[in-house]
């Protein structure tokens, strides 16, 4: 019997096989993480550490506007940065793939171009979804977190989280094909990210910043994510002067989009003709 | 089975290929030999389809590596300098992972991923996750990964690279019985000896140019013909044994006082040998070693491509 197929030739069969592919490459990042369970528990002690930092150490120092509770102000912050950190995650990801070669073995497999990176932000969003979820549980249990929307808008919050996520592990997996081995993609990502939380509104409110400082905090997407979260689900918020922090949920839902519409091409071009050295 | 033609590759100002002609026939073994940098892993590289070449034409398998490299994928094997492999996964988990990207079905995938350890004797460490596995093994794997569809051409970027020498011999074996089922291959190496063992034809390149191709032993005609050794027992000897030689032969001995040795080149083989070993023996000079030997590939290597050296 024979091994060796041909290429598909309708659309139809090649997006069979591009679907296929990419459910293939997903179920690869789905044994990893089984054959590495501590890796997704590892992931939440730094959320933890930060809610617990934030939560009764600094934020015993920080009044909320009309006395909210700082508590149920911070946790839509900190799911906010477990999103964002998802570029860490991946850009690591693809550049170990490609200091072993994986990624050149890939390309020399009759697989669909864009599979490879679809295939891995499919396994890479499933994995935030669930760090998310085990961080809301945290944030019940630890800082006496609730949501106090509707079930459909704590669900529309928690999508639009993870849409967030969506969008920032595309860039991820940009950078990790520019770099050489997973230190350096830590390095190219966590060094502008981490900062970048905190230029945001997510752990305090931006009433106080520096006039120079505010407009970057106002457009940061980090802030819209997260002022679209608190509305969601019902958690004080602080005063939005800004057009982006007045229509939070619109302003999320196009930032991620500009940053997909940007990053998506821009990686799968790079994946296509790059090779590991 | 694989054949180029004026085959180009330019990286900004560098000709990483400068017009490459290469024809390596259905079944048979071709060795890439060259220096660091001479554009073996970039001519590689553009037969997998991995790189678009700049200009000229390569056929592999039939297939235009350019137009035809959809369908070109589904026939050609890849072992690279790297084990490409994934460290956390175990190894059949690993080629049943790649059986899948060939499009095969679960089950045959899976059948193919147990036939293949079991043939590179890995059944044993099959279940284990890569990161255990020692040098040779992760060689091993990588191969069977390349080898999932028996792919009629098989490329090995310095296959052997880091293995400690029975791991390198089992692997020659391995190369030695594929090729005995018909596969072609092309192999990259740094390992003079590896292109002497294994491949029928050999291609030196040197700065993205063919500086020779042939057999290795067309290769070490090139270069010149036999040398006669001489190693002798004391430095008295060797002094002695520099004249005798002067007077029998017309070539001049490379001397090596060091070793208390020389080597002289010579065109009539043993009866230059015969003529050495007379004198010598007349002459009552202590010789500890004598014999007729031919160029070795290194030889070859180093006289085609120091050219470039400089």
């Keep these: 019997m024979t091994l060796l197929l041909e290429p598909p030739v309708t659309v139809l069969d090649r997006l069979r096989w591009g679907v296929h592919d990419t459910l293939v490459i997903a179920g690869r990042s789905y044994a990893r993480l089984r054959a590495q369970p501590g890796e997704l528990a590892g992931a939440l002690i730094f959320p933890i550490i930060m809610t617990v930092l934030f939560g009764y150490v600094f934020g015993s120092a920080i009044k909320l506007p009309g006395g909210a509770d700082y508590r149920s102000y911070l946790m839509p912050g900190i799911f906010m940065q477990v999103m964002a950190l998802g570029v860490v995650a991946s850009a690591t990801a693809g550049a170990e793939d490609m200091a072993r070669g994986v990624i050149d073995r890939f390309r020399v497999q009759p697989i669909a171009r864009a599979a490879v990176l679809a295939g891995r932000s499919v396994a890479e969003i499933s994995r935030g979804l669930l760090s998310l979820c085990m961080m809301a549980l945290c944030g019940v249990l630890i800082a006496g977190w609730r949501p106090h929307g509707t079930p459909l808008e704590t669900l529309a919050g928690f999508a639009l989280l993870a849409l967030f996520g969506y969008a920032m592990l595309w860039v991820g997996t940009y950078i990790g094909l520019f770099v050489r081995n997973g230190a350096q993609a830590d390095a190219a990502t966590f060094s502008w990210v981490f900062p970048m939380t905190f230029l945001a509104n997510a752990f305090v409110p931006l009433d106080g910043l520096p006039g120079w400082l505010r407009p970057l905090a106002d457009w940061n997407p980090m802030s819209a994510v997260v002022s679209a979260a608190r509305l969601l689900f019902g958690n004080p918020g602080s005063a939005a002067a800004s057009w982006p922090l007045r229509h939070p949920v619109v302003a999320t839902l196009g930032w991620c989009l500009a940053i997909l519409v940007v990053f998506v091409p821009l990686a799968v071009r790079r994946y296509r003709t790059t090779t590991s050295r | ?310």
């Excluded at chain 2, 290929?17 to 073994?29: A, K, Y």
């Excluded at chain 2, 389809?49 to 070109?72: E, I, Q, W």
């Design chain 2, 1 to 310: 089975m694989i054949r180029t033609e004026g085959l180009r590759k330019r990286y900004g100002a560098v000709e990483a290929l400068d017009g490459i002609d290469l024809d390596v026939p259905e079944g048979s073994v071709c060795g890439l030999l060259g220096p660091n940098g001479a554009g073996k892993t970039t001519l590689v590289r553009v037969l997998t389809t991995l790189l678009r070449p700049d200009g000229g034409t390569a056929r592999v398998a039939g297939c235009d590596v350019v137009a035809d490299a959809a369908r070109l994928r589904h026939r050609i094997g890849l072992a690279g300098q790297h084990a490409a492999l994934d460290e956390v996964l175990t190894g059949h988990q690993n080629l049943e992972l790649f059986g899948r990207l060939y499009h095969l079905p679960r089950r045959t995938a899976r059948r193919r991923a147990g036939e293949l350890l079991d043939r590179f004797g890995l059944t044993d460490a099959g279940g284990r996750p890569v990161r255990t596995y020692s040098g040779g093994m992760r060689r091993r794997l990588d191969l069977a990964a390349s080898l999932i569809v028996a792919p009629p051409v098989l490329f090995l970027d310095e296959p052997t690279t880091g293995l400690d020498p029975r791991s390198r011999l089992a692997l020659w074996d391995m190369l030695r019985e594929l090729v005995a089922e018909g596969t072609t291959l092309l192999l990259t190496t740094q390992y003079l000896d590896e292109a002497d063992h294994l491949a029928r034809q050999i291609v030196v390149i040197d700065a993205g140019r063919v500086a020779a191709a042939g057999s290795p032993s067309q290769l070490k005609a090139k270069v010149g013909g036999d040398r006669v050794d001489v190693a002798f027992r004391e430095a008295g000897d060797l002094a002695r044994g520099v004249e005798v030689v002067r007077g029998v032969l017309p070539g001049e001995p490379d001397i090596d006082h060091g070793e208390r040795r020389l080597a002289v080149r010579v065109d009539e083989g043993v009866a230059a040998l015969v003529k050495v070993a007379t004198a010598l023996d007349a002459a009552g000079v202590g010789v500890e070693d004598l014999g007729l030997r031919r160029p070795t590939l290194d030889e070859v290597f180093l006289r085609l491509t120091e050219a470039n050296a400089a």
